[in-house]
């Protein structure tokens, strides 16, 4: 290798440490009166280093066949006893699309770009209904999702006094009978801000003429149509 011979396959190879004496020794020669492709060595090398300390399990993430290449490429380079130029070509390659690309660790210190989150869907049938109670002020908010023979109910209920034992029930068209979907504890701050309720009834969703909350004694809250 003279002055003006830059032989990057050569430097890689020398930074792979796969060069024999005689070559080794030529690349050291150029080395001293080189101080750009000393530099370029340098780089290698500390890349070398950084990816001999990265577990196998790290080639793993992201495209899988690249990172394979890579390992297959590095360990295999390691491995070899004596030059192999189709290999040192190979190695050579890899050091220096991530040494001058910076792609491979692009990928591994870059977060991912966020995805965002696909819009929610309304389950065909879904229905809503809203209502105040004269009697007691209480308010509530309901939507009805219809499954296969039963229904999710999710209602927002504010007004029901303190410390009364609740129950949610969903009211049918047929004989006006209740399927209990839920109950809790009204607590001050539910009765001043709203509790809200998730739950679920097993009713046929064409069936279901109107939500309604009650306490445990049989004293209507509110009721909503749905």
Not at 114 to 126: E, F, L, S
Not at 132 to 149: C, I
């Amino acid at each position: 290798m003279t002055a003006f011979q830059h032989d990057r396959e050569q430097l890689g190879a020398f930074a792979l440490g796969v060069l024999d004496q005689r070559e080794a020794d030529q690349v050291r020669a150029h080395l001293a009166q080189c101080p750009d492709c000393r530099h370029e060595v340098d780089d290698l090398l500390a890349l070398r280093r950084s990816l001999d300390e990265i577990p196998p399990e790290a080639f793993l993430e992201g495209p899988p066949d690249s990172d394979l290449v890579l390992q297959r490429t590095l360990r295999k380079m390691s491995s070899e006893s004596a030059p192999r130029r189709g290999l040192v070509a190979a190695g050579v390659a890899v050091l220096a699309a991530v040494a001058l690309g910076g792609a491979f660790f692009a990928g591994r210190t870059t977060a991912p770009e966020p995805v965002a989150a696909p819009p929610p869907t309304t389950v065909p049938g879904t229905r809503a209904g809203a209502a105040t109670d004269p009697d007691t002020g209480a308010v509530m908010s309901v939507k009805l999702v219809p499954q296969a023979g039963w229904v999710r109910v999710n209602a927002m209920v504010k007004g029901a006094p303190v410390g009364a034992r609740c129950e949610l029930r969903v009211v049918s068209k047929s004989g006006g009978e209740s399927v209990l979907a839920g109950s809790w504890l009204v607590s001050e701050k539910g009765a001043r801000d709203g509790t809200s309720l998730d739950g679920s009834a097993l009713i046929d969703p064409d069936d279901v003429a109107a939500v309604e909350v009650v306490t445990t004694d049989g004293r209507r809250i509110v009721s909503a149509s749905v």
